[in-house]
């Protein structure tokens, strides 16, 4: 990795001095918006918690009465659940820095994705529950651990819970940015809570296609509502920004898992986020893919999708975002 102290030696994916923010200019968003009007984290936390009531925290609607613990699809309820929290040295280089990025894991997830790789928390629920306090705590233990932000993965089912945790931890001393780390299947009602609270923006665009949503995400209107939070998401934070050192610490950052076979499919993601999001997005496109979850479990049923990518594949995928105007990239070809 390349941590540099001087302007001039930035590392290559935080794309020239347009995307450095100064550190002394830097302050994350939700110590900005608690200093300017404290009482704003209150409002809504109420407007999380009705939310809740007859559940619309995400596009499923579900309206269940998750305040008296009943469940729908995701099988949450009242309280988050926490699979694990640590400093995690494998994501993005401008979020795990040298000292590695506060990952707090929640378990479940709105979606059903066949081929998770994470299904023992997303499907079977493994993690303990944790009230507000709980989850203020391990984020300040995050913090103290030297960890450069605080990373919700998978939040789309909980954010009336992090409303909650979110303004004692800011009573306790949390300091460092804040990253919302999804899969973009978020309701606008989620997306307007966490305007002004969240920093770094941090979605997966999986299919643009909805029938292979159906049939591999379980929610066919999943292209339809990815495509609407990353408007959302990009007008709330803009393009990503960096510090000197290389630091993510404002905007938003894509992530694009290339699937078998869907090279097409990947262009039509580029397309949308260079022509109807900005050429400036900074993207990580990735190779990482591999059968696992229901697609070992039903290899027949999913045979399309139960093998690896290939080399070529993802070159192809690069191409695609290249010709389709993106330049701002994690890796490089």
């Known amino acids: 990795m390349l941590w540099q102290n001087s302007k001039r030696d930035l590392p290559d994916y935080v794309g020239g001095q ?68 640590f400093p995690h040295l494998g994501e993005e280089d401008g979020l795990r820095g040298w000292m590695g990025s506060g990952t707090i894991f929640f378990s479940f997830c709105n979606l059903k994705c066949v081929f998770c790789q994470n299904h023992e928390l997303s499907w079977r629920g493994q993690g303990a529950i944790h009230d507000a306090g709980e989850l203020a705590r391990l984020m300040l233990s995050l913090q103290e651990q030297g960890c450069h932000n605080i990373n919700f993965v998978t939040p789309e089912h909980v954010v009336p819970q992090l409303m909650e945790a979110i303004p004692p931890a800011v009573e306790m001393g949390l300091r460092v940015p804040l990253v919302y780390n999804t899969s973009a299947y978020d309701s606008m009602d989620s997306l307007e809570l966490m305007d002004g609270i969240v920093d770094i923006y941090m979605p997966d665009f999986k299919y643009w296609d909805s029938e292979k949503s159906r049939r591999y995400l379980g929610a066919e209107d999943y292209p339809a509502v990815a495509r609407q939070i990353f408007r959302e998401m990009h007008r709330q934070v803009g393009p990503l920004r960096f510090d000197e050192k290389g630091l993510a610490r404002r905007g938003l950052l894509v992530r694009h898992l290339v699937m078998p076979g869907e090279t097409d499919d990947a262009r039509q993601i580029f397309r949308f986020l260079a022509h109807e999001i900005s050429r400036d997005t900074w993207i990580n496109i990735m190779d990482q893919y591999r059968p696992d979850g229901m697609v070992l479990r039903k290899p027949d049923k999913y045979s399309l999708i139960n093998r690896g990518v290939t080399s070529r594949e993802y070159r192809d995928a690069f191409h695609a975002a290249l010709e389709e105007g993106l330049y701002r990239f994690d890796t490089r070809v």
Not at 24 to 41: D, I, S
Request: with cysteine.
């Open 18 to 85: 347009d995307w450095v923010l100064p550190e002394k200019e830097f302050v994350p968003a939700y110590l900005k918006l608690y200093e300017q009007n404290p009482g704003v984290f209150e409002q809504r936390r109420e407007k999380a918690l009705a939310l809740l009531a007859s559940c619309t925290v995400c596009p499923r609607l579900c309206k269940v009465n998750r305040l008296e613990n009943e469940h729908g699809v995701c099988r949450s309820g009242r309280y988050a659940a926490v699979c694990s929290a």
